[in-house]
């Protein structure tokens, strides 16, 4: 069963190199508040003044199997109604399924051939830790907002 997770995570996980560079860092979004919206929700929840603003793009490493791997995260959309993939050369792109922000926490989900993977980014300024979990398997992550 190891084996054929590995893929999948590899994918979740392998498209940082296609991620376009950039020389500015965006401004950090500070300050507290919940809010949860689904990719397939209708409605017009906005986020808690302060929250983390989960739209933008976000470059991640972690390691799967003792190799490191990269890999994107992009988020668009407006509150109640966002939308996004995780992009990766090993599978075709991710859709993203759900977006969670909790204050300085950023969840989402995505659907991949093996089942839903879920990810977490705690962030501090425009940088965050946190971890991914895939039907049993999982690991850290760390990574940048990349705008």
């Known amino acids: 069963m190891r084996i ?3 893929p999948a995570a590899l994918l979740f996980a392998a498209a940082c190199s ?3 560079a ?3 860092s965006p401004a950090p979004m500070t300050g507290t508040g919940t809010t949860t919206v689904t990719a397939t ?3 017009t929840a906005m986020p808690a003044a302060g929250a983390l603003n989960p739209m933008g793009a976000y470059s991640f490493t972690t ?4 190799d ?3 890999g994107t995260v992009e988020i668009e959309g407006a509150p109640g109604a ?3 993939r995780i992009v990766t050369s090993v599978l075709p792109p991710l859709p993203i399924r759900s977006v969670t922000v909790n204050g300085q926490q950023l969840m989402l989900t995505a659907d991949t051939p093996n089942g ?3 990810m977490t980014f705690n962030f501090s300024g425009n940088d965050f830790t946190g971890n991914w979990t895939l039907a049993g398997d999982g690991g850290q992550v760390t990574g940048r907002r990349t705008r």
């Open 82 to 84: 966002y939308t996004g």
């Open 63 to 66: 390691s799967i199997g003792g």
């Open 41 to 43: 929700s209708t409605g």
């Open 4 to 6: 054929l997770l590995a």
């Open 68 to 70: 490191n791997v990269a």
């Open 22 to 24: 950039t020389t500015e």
């Open 18 to 20: 296609a991620a376009p």
């Open 116 to 118: 839903q993977v879920a």
